[in-house]
């Protein structure tokens, strides 16, 4: 099992920058990969980033990749999102999310924390 916190979502211009983290708990929860998804209003729910458990591999979506720095640290269990350069398009409610195997597949992730709001804009 594995429980997952996410913190750090709120409003900033476009252009700005914010960071989130998601503590992660529970008897695995150092094993596991841990990825970013978002869900925007009346929209699916898509990949952002992934992390493996080391820490050595990440991928990004086409979308972010360049403006968003995914990382983990494996002795306070917490992953981050570092977004930078932040668009309106970007407005979503972020959710961090956790697998046993490094994957972009939402319907393969297990467990997924409550989400956090980010808002940018214009």
């Known amino acids: 099992q594995v429980q997952l916190v996410e913190s750090g979502g709120g409003l900033v211009q476009a252009g700005g920058s914010l960071r989130l983290a998601c503590a992660a708990s529970?008897?695995?929860?150092?094993?596991?990969?841990l990825g970013w998804f978002r869900q925007a209003p009346g929209k699916e729910r898509e990949f952002v980033a992934v992390?493996?458990?080391?820490?050595?591999?990440?991928f990004y979506s086409d979308s972010v990749k360049g403006r968003f720095t995914i990382s983990r640290d494996n002795a306070k269990n917490t992953v981050y999102l570092q977004m930078n350069s932040l668009k309106p398009e970007d407005t979503a409610v972020y959710y961090c999310a956790a697998d046993r195997t490094y994957n972009i597949f939402r319907q393969d992730y297990d467990y997924w924390g409550q989400g956090t709001q980010v808002t940018v804009s214009s």
């Open positions: 529970g008897d695995a929860a150092s094993r596991v990969a």
């Open positions: 992390i493996s458990w080391s820490g050595a591999n990440t």
